[in-house]
């Protein structure tokens, strides 16, 4: 076989040891999306229960605070991912934690934004 025919996929033995791959920039995707979704219910709570607050999250009328709550919330998922992917660059991270961390924070945004529990939270 002549150079320009040698094989493009190389076959490593099975017994090779794997290097490991640097992960850190995907657990931060991972985490920030957590940590932007729990603003989000976060946000929501209490744009729902301070007018003042509300006010400051009114960012176009037509939607009232729903605008700022959610626009807010990009941004600091955006900070969240910058901060960790800078932080985490070219490190290997257990991803049990990092998305365990992840789907709790998902798990109390959904309850944050659960009407009764934001009633219920607020003492309605």
Known sequence: MSPSQAPIIEIVPRDAPVEAIANGPAAAAILAAGIGCFAVGLFAVAGDASRTIARFFTFYT?????????????????????????????????????NLAAFVLLGLSLLLTFPPFMDLLQGK
């Open 62 to 98: 037509p939607t009232g605070p729903l605008s700022g709550v959610t626009t807010s919330a990009i941004v600091v998922w955006l900070i969240a991912w910058y901060a960790l992917s800078r932080a985490w660059h070219g490190r290997k991270l257990g991803m049990l934690k990092v």
